[in-house]
């Protein structure tokens, strides 16, 4: 008989082995190096787990932070912004309990880009260091790059930066908060495989064949196994069949039924008992928060609003603190101040509870996201435009962003009903009350403002490529740097002017024929003591200007057209919007209203990457 005895090992889930093996150069993240991976799987075929992994994202990251700024807006080569590297991020915390960036400098040792780099393809050197693969589950050797690690004090080349949460135990490398929940996930997974597997396999699952001819060698046992697999038995487990051998030669192979008749019972309970650890293992009080029903429970706003703050305050406010501390560590590097996160309501734009009488105000245009504002300025914009009816605004407005009849009647209001509020005279005069006058500020770069193409712009990193142009041709023009870095002219005047005045660059003339010849000379011996350049403070601004081609003012100009150019002030796009409030409509949008029959204004928004001049 113990030629014919299987013992079955039961399936489960260790703490991964974090292993040196001489041959190697890195630390091995689990047996076969590639515990990551499996926690990835795990992500990807449990539905339960990985609608509370996004949810937990969600409301951790909530609504980022201001990106507006140019060097947050553009982050690195992908034009990522910092909010989705903190997106990414923070799913790797929830999945692996940590993330990693690659920091890149730029010559001058500034932070040049800031590059997500995905958790599973980083290992732990033995000594120093990290390495990048995208092969570690391959059998043969991996390419491998080895990154520096991060050091503040040595701000040059790649350097990778590690966020890691503390969890006993876990020595090399992080290890997931659910990690006591493991087995209930792979559970819920496998689950599923099985389900799919017995509609897949039929009448064959749950079967015992008993063979009565002798019994085959064990050559002949896999081989037979192999066919009988390929011939009944589909996808996944749920149909595989005992087979049995025994040496009575007189009886016929015999078949019996191993299943039971509530199967489906069992597996319904199984089901609900591994969803109740899974929920406990991510510390979950309540599974509609995250997107999950519950039989029999509806999930009421007010319900909702009380998990979400239990949630927030023993769960997702410790984590925020904690993006925010890495914040803190590298928004100074961009020279920029530090900011909090903004966080999201996961209830807006739902009904009130008809138990709780009384007046509920609407918050939801205050805490739109900014996709969400630009839907509710689209709809606006074609009920002007004709394109839709009052009637199917209003109810776009209501069922999609969750606004009230009151503000959408201030929405939708037309001209006429304008006028009998503020003439555009006043509306002009507010905007003299705000803003500043654009002589304090250098232009970097200027684009219309529907233009969201702005590039990233190390402006602290100007001086260097002007630099390194003059190198190339000490009779270049300011016009030729303008062009060659897209960037203003005046900006360009303005810089070269000060690298004359601290000594780096020298000018001379010279009269060749009729003209007058520029030439710079690069002083190397003051280049190299002179002090990397202050921070910059840059701003995005927005000035209102005539379109290309056309006079600034004519005989025909709307008041409030001639208003603000007269101006000549830049505003912020929340001092616009603030006036917007006030008179009831988007000036933003309407500007000074129509242009012939087309609905638009003469004059345009600008928009504008400015930094503050240097005090004379």
């Known amino acids: 008989m113990k030629d014919n005895l299987l013992i079955l090992g039961f399936a489960d889930n260790k703490v991964p082995e974090f292993k040196e093996v001489p041959s190697k150069d890195y630390i091995l993240f689990g047996e076969k190096n590639d515990f990551p991976n499996h926690l990835l799987h795990l992500y990807n075929k449990s539905s339960v787990h990985g609608a509370i992994v996004n949810n937990k994202v969600k409301y951790i990251l909530g609504k980022g932070i201001d990106c507006t700024d140019p ?31 690659q920091i890149i400098y730029n010559a001058l040792g500034q932070v040049q880009e800031i590059l997500h780099t995905p958790f599973n393809e ?13 092969e570690w589950t391959k059998t043969h050797r991996p390419k491998t790059t080895f990154i520096e690690p991060f050091d503040i004090s040595k701000p040059n080349g790649v350097q990778l930066f590690s966020y890691r949460e503390y969890r006993p135990g876990a020595s090399e490398y992080p290890l997931p908060g659910y990690f006591s929940a493991l087995n209930d996930i792979e559970t819920d997974a496998e689950i599923s495989i099985y389900n799919l597997s017995v509609i897949k396999n039929g009448q064959f699952s749950g079967k015992m064949v008993s063979f009565f001819d002798g019994i085959p060698t064990s050559e002949e046992k896999k081989e037979l196994e192999k066919k009988w697999n390929d011939k009944f038995n589909g996808s ?42 899974i929920f406990a293992g991510h510390e979950v009080t309540s599974p509609t928060l ?31 603190q904690a993006i925010e501390e890495v914040l803190a560590l590298f928004l100074p590097l961009l020279g920029l101040p530090v900011q909090k996160i903004i966080p999201v309501d996961p209830i807006q734009g739902m009904a ?86 654009k002589e304090n500020f250098a232009i970097v770069r200027a684009k219309k403002f529907n233009d969201e193409r702005m590039e990233f712009i190390d402006v602290k990193g100007v001086d260097s490529a002007i630099l390194d142009l003059i190198r190339k041709d000490k009779r270049i023009t300011p016009e030729v740097i303008a062009s060659v870095l897209d960037i203003e002219k005046s900006y360009i005047v ?103 029959e087309k609905p638009q204004c003469r004059h345009e928004w600008k928009k504008l990457i400015v930094v503050k001049k240097r005090a004379k």
Not at 73 to 98: C, M, P, T, W, Y
Not at 384 to 390: A, E, F, P, V, Y
């Open 236 to 277: 996944g487990n749920a149909g595989k069949t005992l087979l049995s051998f025994n040496r009575n030669d007189s009886k016929p192979p015999q078949v019996d039924d191993l299943s039971a008749t509530d199967l489906d019972k069992l597996f319904d309970q199984l089901s609900k008992t591994t969803q109740a650890k």
């Open 494 to 596: 303005d810089r070269i002017k000060g690298l004359e005045e601290r000594g780096a660059l020298t000018k001379s003339t010279s009269i060749i024929g009729v003209d007058t010849i520029i030439e710079h000379s690069i002083n190397q011996e003051v280049l190299d003591t002179v002090e990397r350049p202050e921070t910059v403070d840059i701003f995005i601004k927005y000035t209102y200007e005539a379109k290309p081609g056309l006079e600034p003012i004519i005989d025909t100009t709307r008041p409030f057209c001639k208003k603000l150019i007269e101006l000549g002030r830049v505003y912020s796009r929340a001092e616009i919007e603030l006036i917007s409030q006030r008179v009831g409509y988007s000036v933003w949008d309407r500007r000074g209203g129509f242009w012939g």
């Open 122 to 134: 980083i290992r732990k050197d033995k000594s120093y260091g990290w390495w990048h693969s995208t």
């Open 352 to 437: 009130p509870d008809s138990s709780k009488p009384g007046v509920v105000t609407n918050e939801a245009v205050k805490n739109m996201t900014g996709r969400q504002h630009q839907q509710m300025l689209r709809i606006v914009r074609q009920f002007g435009q004709g394109k839709l009816t009052k009637e199917a605004a209003t109810v776009l407005l209501r069922t999609s962003l969750g606004l009230q009849d009151e503000e959408i009647s201030v929405l939708l209001a037309t001209d006429e009903e304008f006028s009998k509020v503020y003439s555009e005279e006043e509306v002009a005069e507010m905007f003299s009350e705000c803003g500043e006058s």
């Open 290 to 320: 995250f997107g999950i029903m519950e039989p029999g429970k509806l999930g009421g706003r007010n319900e909702m609003q009380d998990s979400y703050e239990v949630f927030k305050n023993t769960y997702a406010n410790a984590k925020q």
């Open 71 to 101: 060097k947050l807006s553009k982050v690195n080569r992908h034009g990522e912004s910092l909010n989705k590297i903190l997106e990414k991020s923070s799913k790797d915390i929830e999945l692996f309990g940590g993330f990693y960036w």
